[in-house]
């Protein structure tokens, strides 16, 4: 999104008043991984690497293996090991 122009503001302040001039920044990022996609990596996540995702030595994910086989699927273009365990973390999965 590009910054509001000088004629914005004054149209808004013109309307709204003060309240106008307030900022509405909540002080997050939006979040680039959908809450549907969230839930299918803590469904996926949950149960035993798949016999198709060349993890068939394997009975349990790392974090690293797991963000691979999503980047992989292509169920997300990318992910970190941080934001993957945050995402388990909001959904209680260990």
């Keep these: 999104m590009g910054t509001a122009s000088a004629r914005d503001v004054v149209h808004?302040?013109?309307e709204l008043g003060f309240t106008a001039l307030d900022p509405k920044w909540n002080g997050?990022?939006?979040?680039?991984i959908?809450?549907?996609?969230r839930e299918y990596v803590r469904l996926i996540a949950?149960?035993?690497p798949p016999v198709g995702w060349?993890?068939?030595d394997v009975t349990t994910w790392s974090l690293a293996r797991?963000?691979?086989r999503l980047i992989d699927r292509?169920?997300?273009?990318r992910i970190s090991r941080g934001t993957l365990r945050r995402i388990l973390r909001e959904g209680k999965v260990s």
């Excluded at 997050?28 to 680039?32: H, L, N, T």
């Design 12 to 14: 808004a302040f013109n």
């Design 28 to 32: 997050e990022r939006p979040r680039a």
């Design 34 to 37: 959908s809450e549907r996609v």
């Design 46 to 48: 949950l149960g035993r």
């Design 54 to 56: 060349r993890t068939t």
């Design 66 to 68: 797991l963000a691979g």
């Design 74 to 77: 292509l169920a997300v273009p």
